[in-house]
């Protein structure tokens, strides 16, 4: 069940019309539902109920305040990838025992900050983090806990941008060397072993490539438990992917369904990490058009809303259905609906086949929950958008669009200018 749907041909968030908010906070707009946020992650949860696990929703998807703050109200953990998502999910009330960490690059600054908070694990990428975190584990007196994450050298046949499972991808440790690291963990003074993770990539459609992933980590979780290693935390990652167009993604019961005969009596805890499959579809970016232009080869609709609210269609060319927020039955028309920005790669659709479309028309670009806010920049020097939540029938600002002068905050003119 969708929450974004038509009434009386008016687009609306659950029982919130579309042009309502746009009207009070402007556009561009982007509108979640909290219900079905709520139903997603309750997906995962009753999915998973027969096995010990934690959902760490993955805050690089949506990082906003409010939907952590939902997330987290409803049992969510944090998988996190920066000092800045630690803030963020502590903030939110977030407790640190649920929140885990992945990402190459972990700075000093950062991993002390998260062994300081005490969180659940940190999922190691390189022998030399792992050799980093234990030194300053030691100079804080405190033991660093610890997964590897595994490259299992699968293909998740999803776009190559954000696959990330294969070896000649930056992420993890390669599985053959697996049993070495860990032998390698295992001296490290100020490190605990507790756990193994894995994640493919994103925007996953199909099970098989999630079954595969798992089946040779369980096979490695085996052999380290021959040499003394127990592992306690199976972290498989994230990636189910989400209907753009016409994919049918696997459900999170599915997933369980398929995956449980592999952990049943397994002493181990699940840890998952969706993003996408939580808040991709549980928000829309709302946009108003400005201006219609005849090219010479095609109608360009201009709307306010571009490559810097929405950068999902430029830099992956990503698909992203937009519906009118008004449906007025008019005969179709072929277009590419662009942003303003001063870029060719601006475009929020390219040959789009959409209901005819005029001056301060709403578009809502649906699927947008994901990866849409978070991934935006203030590129043209364009305020951000803001954010509205909407429960039942009740809507609340969760971001309030930026000003020009946050544009400038924290740049100084030098001295020798003033
Ligand atoms: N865990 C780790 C270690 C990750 O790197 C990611 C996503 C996730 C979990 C969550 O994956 P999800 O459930 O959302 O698929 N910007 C791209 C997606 C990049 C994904 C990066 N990592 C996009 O807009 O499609």
């Known amino acids: 069940m969708n929450y974004f749907r038509y009434r009386n041909g008016l687009l609306h968030a659950e029982d919130v019309p579309v042009d309502l908010l746009a009207g009070e906070y402007g556009t561009p707009l982007y509108v979640y539902s909290a219900r079905t946020l709520e139903r997603h992650f309750n997906a995962y949860e009753k999915a998973f109920e027969r096995f010990p696990h934690i959902i760490c929703y993955a805050v690089k998807a949506n990082s906003n305040s409010a939907i952590l703050r939902l997330l987290g109200s409803l049992g969510s953990g944090a998988d996190i990838v920066s000092g800045g ?25 950062e991993i002390e900050y998260a062994l300081k908070k005490g969180i659940l694990m940190f999922n190691i990428e390189s022998a030399e983090e792992m050799v980093r975190i234990d030194e300053i584990a030691g100079t804080l007196g405190k033991k660093a806990p610890i997964a590897l994450r595994i490259n299992p050298d699968i293909d998740p046949e999803t776009h190559p941008y954000i696959s990330t499972g294969l070896r000649k991808h930056k992420f993890g440790i390669p599985i053959e060397e697996a049993v070495e690291y860990y032998r390698r963990a295992r001296g490290l003074k100020n490190t605990r072993i507790i756990g193994v993770h894995k994640h493919i990539g994103s925007q996953i459609t199909t099970i098989t490539p999630f079954v595969d992933a798992l089946e040779r980590v369980l096979v490695l979780i085996d052999r380290l438990r021959e040499e003394g290693i127990e592992i306690r935390y199976l972290d498989i990652g994230g990636g189910l992917g ?30 998952l990490e969706p993003g996408r499959s939580i808040v991709g579809n549980a928000g829309i970016m709302v946009s108003r058009v400005l201006y219609l232009k005849e090219g010479e080869e095609r109608t360009f609709v201009i709307a306010d809303g571009g490559m810097n609210d929405l950068m999902r269609p430029t830099l992956y ?102």
């Open 317 to 418: 060319d990503a698909y992203h259905e937009i519906v009118p927020v008004r449906k007025r039955r008019r005969k179709k028309m072929t277009t590419d609906i662009v942003g303003p920005i001063c870029e060719s790669g601006d475009f929020l659709a390219r040959g789009r086949v959409i209901e005819s479309l005029s001056r301060g028309d709403l578009i809502a670009v649906l699927s947008a929950g994901a990866y849409g806010f978070s991934m935006a920049s203030n590129y043209n020097s364009r305020p951000r958008a803001a954010e509205v939540m909407v429960r039942g029938d009740e809507h609340y600002l969760i971001r309030k669009r930026e000003e020009y002068r946050d544009l400038v905050r924290g740049e100084e003119i030098p001295e020798f200018l003033r």
């Open 242 to 271: 989400i209907r753009y167009s016409d994919e049918s993604p696997p459900h999170p019961g599915q997933l369980a369904r398929k995956i449980s005969p592999l952990l049943r009596g397994r002493d181990l805890t699940v840890v």
């Open 85 to 109: 998502e630690l803030y963020r999910a502590l903030r939110a009330g977030i407790s640190p025992r649920k929140i885990v960490y992945a990402g190459v690059g972990k700075r000093d600054d």
